[in-house]
């Protein structure tokens, strides 16, 4: 899975993860930090991207090697996530290892052209959603832009997916994936579109250190 991926998208993988048995990880790419001088906290981080806190409290295992868990015959799916900065030849004997391939993204990898299945998905930019900053704290995105041709939304189009595999997922707008996510999570218990806002607000174990620096 992509760590750009909406918290979203992000559940709905990992309910397919869970119910086929399976195993969920990502990678981060990383760079040197750049503070900005003169305002507080906000810097370039090391961690090059937005929901690395929302993809880890979806369950998603953080590692600089997502493939070696991947067993001869396993189904692998690629979510958001090209793996271009994996060795070519590591992908490549992945997609060799796997009994077939579920790309989920914006493009194809070259190294997945056999895929079994091609679901064309929109960005952050192109669609509604929300994201769990480094701090705990969950926040909205707006769209910004349409997305091209076919592509849909990350979390409808993972909703089709659970469907197709007949799970109850009539989601159609974010924010009913956004319900489902919360009340599965307690970590995001009690949230919805409404109380987020444009300012968020803090899961559950970002509360507990909130309320102490406050004390």
């Given at each position: 899975a992509s760590p750009m991926l909406?918290?979203?998208?992000?559940?709905?993988?990992?309910?397919?993860?869970?119910?086929?048995?399976?195993?969920?990880?990502?990678?981060?790419?990383?760079?040197?930090?750049?503070?900005?001088e003169g305002v507080e906290e906000l810097s370039l981080r090391a961690e090059r991207a937005a929901n690395v806190r929302g993809a880890e409290l979806m369950g998603f295992a953080n590692s600089d090697s997502p493939l070696d868990g991947l067993g001869a015959g396993d189904v692998l799916v690629v979510a958001g996530e090209e793996l271009a900065s994996l060795d070519p030849g590591v992908a490549a004997a992945a997609a060799q290892k796997?009994?077939?391939?579920?790309?989920?993204?914006?493009?194809?990898?070259?190294?997945?052209?056999?895929?079994?299945?091609?679901?064309?998905?929109?960005?952050?930019?192109e669609e509604e959603g929300t994201f769990t900053n480094v701090h705990g704290r969950v926040q909205r995105f707006l769209q910004a832009k349409a997305g091209p041709g076919l592509a849909r939304p990350s979390w409808f189009v993972l909703a089709d997916l659970l469907g197709a595999l007949g799970e109850s997922t009539n989601y159609f707008l974010p924010a009913d994936a956004f319900a489902a996510l919360a009340s599965a999570n307690p970590e995001f218990g009690g949230m919805s579109y409404d109380t987020l806002g444009l300012k968020g607000s803090p899961v559950a174990s970002a509360q507990t250190v909130e309320a102490g620096a406050g004390a």
């Open positions: 909406s918290n979203e998208a992000l559940h709905l993988l990992a309910t397919l993860v869970r119910r086929s048995g399976g195993k969920g990880t990502f990678r981060v790419d990383r760079g040197p930090e750049a503070p900005l796997a009994g077939a391939i579920v790309v989920v993204g914006t493009a194809l990898p070259a190294w997945a052209q056999r895929a079994a299945a091609v679901l064309p998905i929109t960005n952050m930019a």
